[in-house]
């Protein structure tokens, strides 16, 4: 890690991090980023994993691997239901291991199945930014098969508007600022994290 010391806890099987300042800690749960596409799940999740000194899995990538084919042909070719239950079975898997930074689908969360998981396995950290800043994001990619409509900007704002009180289920929120870097949200969510009992252990 290139800001601070990184150990592995023989026993534990789990990351020691030490990062600027604060004191060595190991993580007691899987994070669980949650929230729409484009707030930043994977880009944020990887900074913060490497913060932390864990592995990063993402669910969305997890299932591109394991059916060999993109998101949007697995759902053109098997419908979302399909997608939907791969994701389950992914994520299950995902946060079956030792704890990490897992980034999940922007759908991933409004599944009742998928929430109980998180909170059994992990603790879900709610990434929430708002209409602008996720469309400014996600307006000039082609990979989000839910925005293939007449009126993406508008399909966006209707999702946003119909999982935001789901989303307000997660334990944690981290506003999302437009004017900061990955690192610099990443580091947020670190702080976040430090700031709420039972995630991070100190073993100082
Ligand atoms: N804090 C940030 N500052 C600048 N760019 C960012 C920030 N967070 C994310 N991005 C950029 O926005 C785009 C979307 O981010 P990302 O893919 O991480 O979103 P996501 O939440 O994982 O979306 P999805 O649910 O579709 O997987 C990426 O190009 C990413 O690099
Ligand atoms: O918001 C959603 O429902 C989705 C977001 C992406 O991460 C992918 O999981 C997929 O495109 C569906
Ligand atoms: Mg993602």
Known sequence: MREGRRDQDAEQGTAVFSSGHASPARLLRSIVLVGMMGSGKTAVGRALAQKLGVPFLDSDQAIEEAAQASIAEIFARDGE?????????????LLSGPPAVVSTGGGAFLAERNRRNIAEHGVALWLDADLETLWERVRHKESRPLLR???PRGTLAALLAARTPIYRLAPLRLAVDPRSSVEQTAARALALLTAHPGILESVS
């Open 149 to 151: 409509t007449p009126d």
């Open 81 to 93: 239901p399909f997608f939907r239950d791969r994701e389950a079975e992914v994520l299950a898997r």
